[in-house]
Each structure stands twice: as structure tokens, then as C-alpha cells.
């Protein structure tokens, strides 16, 4: 687990503890979703109300938000300590909602959760060896149906003939990457993929400024698949927030993703995992720890992938649902109109650029037409 260092550590500590929501008296015996940000996103609140939904009434939920993957060492170590003085007793299961919380539920459980079994999930978790490394944990992963993402874009899409794959440099970025090749096999004759800072010739990886570069400047008949881009070409992470405002300042053309962390970005959404259905899992698993059953002998059921769409972003793409699809941000719903505004934002002067750097891909993409 790596944080980074600054000057504002005494600031954000602060920041930190008033967000942690402990209350006093302690906490009681439980169950603890435990949050690697600084404060609640839309993937956490459908996480936590998908757990709640499936703990019931009886159940004691409780909730602490660790500051980011930014944060330094000194200041999750008073983040730990806060934790340890708060948690009496300690929590019995704790659910670590992203990679971050995971990396810290390895370090502290022994100080912080002696004798609690942790249930690993969420976008970016550690990869399938990391409960070793913490224990009494397991890992619940998300499904990623990169074929069916792939059925569902020319459904809705059928003049497709260029798929842009959004990815870092990361192992898992690496992985993504294989399996939406794989994916694309059948597809080949008809449909060009490339992946922007992964290509021979331009293999420096993006940045934020270079991923706008390239949304804002996608050619007509093109959509992109958001794999998994967790931080930047220069290693710094790169958060869920991040992504959203990328997106609503630069789409110009579908983009599809694989849970719905961004949904209501503008992004269309996708054959996707939901936080909810996230949650859910996660307290299935947690019961099934509560009753007895040892957590490092487990296999969790993968959290499923469905079809979850934005009904403003198809609109705006021209696409229509198919029969049996979920439709969230439904043309006419509250606060429809501004993000429709939104994702019609001017991007003229970020396109002609967007085209200066994608000039070479371009030039592959039409010689395979």
C-alpha cells in the first residue's frame, strides 16, 4: 500500500476524523464497510444501501472513510489509531469496498479487527492472491462480461466499425486489455480496436489531459470501453470523480463501462456490475462468515453483470433500450435537462487537438474499413 506525502496532512486529518462518522459511544459489534475514500460517492451509498437491504433490520452497519490512495502513511496511521479508540468491540466482518480500504484491512486487522474476517470487493480490488496476504479474508469479485459488452454495443450500435479501449499500465489494465482482445476476435473483420497510449508508436500511457484529448476527438462510427483506468501514465491514482467530470466535459461518442461507478456521467452504461447488487453480495458473504463458515475457504458467488443503461445518453446517441434492459437518468426526470446540457458542452477546440494526437490511429482504423 503506497501513500503518497505532503504539506496538508495536519488539515486533512482533521477532514479525515470529522468524516470517519464515528459517534460516541463507541461503536457497537458488527459489521464495518470500510471506505478507502474521503467521503461518500454514488458507488459507496448504493454499496451500503444494497448491504443494509440485505442485513435487515436487526443488523449494525457501521461505516469509515480512510481519506483516498493518496493519503500519507502518518496520517492513516492516525486514521488506524482513531479507529482502534472508536472500535469497542471491534467489528466482526469487515467489508472493504475498494482496493485502498483492502490494502488497509491487510495492514491493521490484527491491531484494529483482531479475529474479523474481511470480505474484499469493488472496482479495483487486490487480485485473487491478495487475502493471503490478510488472512481470514476472501475475495468477492465483480463479473466482467467483456463479450456480452461487446453483443450489447452492436446491438445498439450496429455501424460500429471502431472500439477504443480506455486502460492504464497497471496489471490489471494489462489483463483488460487480453480479455477485450480475446473478445474481439470474431468481431475483427469488420471493427478496428486500439487502446490510446498502448499502441506501437504511442506507448506512453494517458494521462487526464490526453484521455479528454482522445474522448473529445473519437471519430463518428467509433464507441470506447472503459476497462479499468485506476491511475495515470505517471502512477498518481485516479478516482471515480475524476473520471466523471472528464467525462461530462469531453464524450462525444458512446462510451460503455463495466459497473456503474460513472453512470450519469454520460456514459452509457453497459453490461455492467452495480454497487447494489455489490453490497448485496457482500452481506450474503458476511451472513455466511457470521454463521461459521471460515472466510479463506470460501467461494463467493461473483457479483453479476447486467444490463444497466442511461436513458439521456441514449437519447443523445440515438440508441434505443432493449427489451429487458434497466434504464436509469430517464429523459424528463428531475435534473434531466442539465445533464443533458452538460453533455452537449462545446468541444470544438479539445476535438482539433484530440485529432493531432489520434492522427496515427485514425489512419489504422481506416485502412481496416
Known amino acids: 500500500m503506497t501513500f503518497a506525502r505532503n504539506n496538508t496532512m495536519t488539515l486533512r486529518l482533521l477532514l479525515l476524523l470529522a ?14 464497510l470500510l471506505h478507502g475514500l474521503d467521503s461518500p460517492t454514488p458507488w459507496t451509498d448504493a454499496v451500503a444501501a ?42 466482526r466482518v469487515v467489508i472493504a469496498t475498494d482496493e485502498t480500504a483492502g490494502a488497509f484491512a491487510g495492514k491493521y486487522r490484527e491491531e484494529l479487527f483482531p479475529g474479523a474476517a474481511v470480505v474484499l470487493t469493488g472496482p479495483g480490488q487486490i487480485d485473487p492472491g491478495g ?8 475475495a468477492l469479485p465483480l463479473e466482467a462480461d467483456l463479450d456480452g459488452t461487446l453483443d450489447l454495443i452492436f446491438d445498439l450500435r450496429p455501424e460500429t466499425r471502431l472500439v477504443i479501449g480506455i486502460s ?54 467509433s464507441v470506447a470501453v472503459l476497462l479499468w483506468y485506476g491511475e495515470d501514465n505517471k502512477g498518481l491514482p485516479v478516482s471515480d470523480r475524476q473520471l466523471a467530470d472528464l467525462f461530462r466535459a469531453h464524450i462525444n461518442s458512446p462510451i460503455f463501462v463495466l459497473t ?26 458476511a451472513k455466511r462468515i457470521l454463521a461459521g463458515e471460515p472466510a479463506r475457504e470460501m467461494l463467493p458467488e461473483p457479483v453479476p453483470a447486467t444490463v444497466v443503461l442511461d ?32 453533455g452537449f458542452a462545446p468541444t470544438a477546440a479539445a476535438g482539433l487537438l484530440a485529432f493531432a494526437v489520434l492522427f496515427f490511429l485514425l489512419r489504422r482504423y481506416r485502412q481496416k474499413m
Open 168 to 221: 492504464d499500465s497497471s496489471p490489471r489494465g494489462l489483463a483488460a486489455r487480453a480479455a477485450l482482445e480475446r473478445a474481439m476476435k470474431r468481431r475483427e473483420e469488420k471493427t478496428a480496436l486500439i487502446f490510446p497510449g498502448h499502441e506501437p508508436g504511442d506507448d506512453e500511457g494517458l494521462d487526464i489531459d490526453r484521455l479528454g484529448q482522445v474522448l473529445g476527438g473519437m471519430p463518428g462510427r
Open 311 to 342: 436513458g439521456l445518453a441514449l437519447a443523445r446517441f440515438g440508441m434505443t433500450p432493449m427489451e429487458g434492459a434497466t434504464v436509469v437518468n430517464a429523459p424528463g426526470t428531475p435534473g434531466g435537462s442539465d445533464e443533458i446540457a452538460t
Open 19 to 32: 468524516l470517519l462518522g464515528l459517534p460516541s459511544p463507541a461503536l457497537s459489534a458488527g459489521i464495518l
Open 260 to 285: 456503474d461507478a460513472v453512470l450519469g456521467s454520460g456514459v452509457v452504461g453497459g453490461m455492467l456490475a452495480t454497487g447494489r447488487d455489490t453490497g448485496r453480495y457482500a452481506m450474503r458473504t
Open 50 to 91: 444494497g448491504a443494509a437491504g440485505e442485513a435487515g433490520s436487526g443488523a449494525s452497519l457501521n461505516h469509515a472513510y480512510l481519506g483516498g490512495p493518496s493519503v500519507d502513511e502518518d496520517t492513516i496511521d492516525a486514521v488506524a489509531q482513531r479507529l482502534k479508540e472508536t472500535l469497542n468491540p471491534a467489528a
Open 131 to 138: 487475502p493471503a496476504l490478510c488472512g481470514n479474508c476472501v
